[in-house]
């Protein structure tokens, strides 16, 4: 592995040695780390399954820099997500398979041990030779794709695009709360549905699920744009909600949430993290023939692919899609989409 490392000037591992000093490298760009390591303690599971399939090793391959634009992380916080725990009990196992070796090269057929882990903040050890915007020593924030092993551990190799400094005035365990869950967020609000600081100014918004990380990034995300916001959680976070500027605040435990959200005037958008029942009359609630968008993060793509393999499962992904996609346009609503991911901001801890 050639890469640039903690080291200060450039060494060519295994360099010759003539007359007592070293000889410069014959290619400029080779870069080294002073000391080679093979393993390294993190969490991982060797077997889907309950809290139980955890196990801690001291053992784990070191992460090894495999293309040029990749960088190595010493992890020094890292957090969980609900795909963390969806992934542990094999959720989107059969996709992030093929994803992980489509061309199915790999001697050994199967991904464990796994770690899991999206989040991480920590600072770079080692870049890949087409990495310049990084150098070691450098304090980053990342967002690891969850096909790729995870931040539970001591080191964490990403490629450069999943990579951004970390904010100063962040530490790095406030850090690591919020890459996945803001990308998520992001994504989920501006890249599928459209709304931005132009653009969102009175609009109405329904965010089932507001409380979790997505939700509560998103809560303050677009009342940031002027959104008008209607939170949809438990009682017990009714008092977060409103302290991070939700409009509305219900309860979806105090009675019919159905019934509840009729009586509010109808929605330009809304983004579902919840997912199940909800998507059979929640797409009642946006406004007819005005371009309203329904966003879920609850795809499936990931299950039926798990449950009737990829070529079923893509075919009937296709058609729950399809028909309710006609159904939305039948309504007069805009589109439907699943999301397959993914200062002034509170960080929920």
């Not at 509560?216 to 909600?241: E, P, R, Y």
């Not at 798990?306 to 309504?331: C, E, H, I, N, Y």
Request: charged content about 20%.
């Amino acid at each position: 592995m050639l890469s640039r490392g903690a080291a200060n000037g450039w060494a060519l591992r295994g360099a010759a040695l003539a007359g007592g000093q070293q000889r410069p490298p014959p290619f400029r760009g080779l870069r080294a780390s002073p000391r080679m390591r093979s393993a390294m303690p993190s969490w991982v599971i060797d077997r889907y399954g309950r809290n139980d399939v955890l196990r801690f090793t001291r053992n784990m391959v070191f992460p090894i820099i495999h293309f040029p634009n990749e960088v190595i992380i010493k992890v020094h916080a890292a957090s969980l997500n609900p795909i963390d725990l969806s992934m542990r009990s094999g959720y989107g196992a059969t996709a992030l398979n093929m994803k992980r070796d489509p061309l199915k090269l790999k001697s050994e057929d199967t991904e464990f041990p796994l770690t899991l882990g999206r989040d991480v903040s920590g600072v770079v050890m080692e870049c890949g030779l087409a990495v310049s915007y990084f150098k070691p020593g450098d304090e980053v924030w990342a967002a690891i794709p969850p096909w790729k092993q995870g931040t539970l551990s001591e080191f964490v190799v990403a490629s450069g695009n999943e990579v951004s400094f970390k904010p100063k005035c962040l530490s790095h365990t406030e850090a690591a709360s919020l890459p996945y869950v803001g990308l998520t967020a992001w994504s989920a609000v501006n890249q599928v549905g459209g709304l931005n600081q132009s653009n969102c100014s009175g609009k109405r918004v329904l965010i089932l699920g507001a409380s979790g990380g997505v939700g509560t990034f998103a809560v303050q995300l677009l009342k940031a744009w002027g959104a008008h916001v209607t939170a949809v959680c438990s009682h017990d976070a009714s008092t977060l909600m409103k302290r991070l500027g939700a409009d509305d605040v219900i309860d979806y435990k105090s009675g019919n949430l159905e019934e509840q959200l009729k009586t509010l005037p109808l929605f330009d958008f809304i983004l579902d993290n919840v997912g199940g029942s909800t998507e059979k009359w929640a797409l009642d609630l946006l406004k007819k023939w005005s371009g309203a968008t329904y966003v879920t993060l609850v795809t499936p793509f990931l299950i039926n692919m798990d449950r009737l393999g990829v070529a079923d499962g893509m075919l009937q992904t296709g058609f729950t899609v399809g028909s309710k996609t006609v159904k939305m346009m039948a309504d007069g609503s805009y589109s439907y989409n699943d999301l397959l991911r993914g200062g002034a901001l509170d960080l929920c801890l």
